[in-house]
């Protein structure tokens, strides 16, 4: 597979490397962390799902913790 050399400042490596699970490469950390791209369809998000691809090391449990909260504070807020 072709590869591209990129800089980053030091502290953004630092951030990067600290993200990384064992064992896995830093294309694979920038994967996991950024969005499909801005053109995919629900069509190609489909496919993503379907191949059991789309969603592949998200910490579920993380969001699920997240969502709740953000409903929480909602329900904190005066009427």
Same mark, same amino acid.
């Given at each position: 597979m072709p590869s591209k050399t990129i800089s980053l400042e030091t502290d953004a490596y630092e951030r990067l490397k600290a993200t990384r699970r064992t064992g896995?490469?830093?294309? $694979?950390?920038? =994967?996991?962390?950024?969005?499909?791209?801005?053109? $995919?369809?629900? =069509?190609d998000l489909k496919k993503d799902m379907d191949a059991g691809i789309f969603g592949r090391g998200v910490d579920w449990t993380a969001v699920k913790r997240a969502v709740a909260g953000r409903r929480r504070s909602r329900d904190l807020r005066p009427t």
């Open positions: 896995e490469s830093f294309s $694979a950390v920038v =994967r996991r962390l950024t969005l499909p791209p801005a053109h $995919a369809t629900l =069509r």
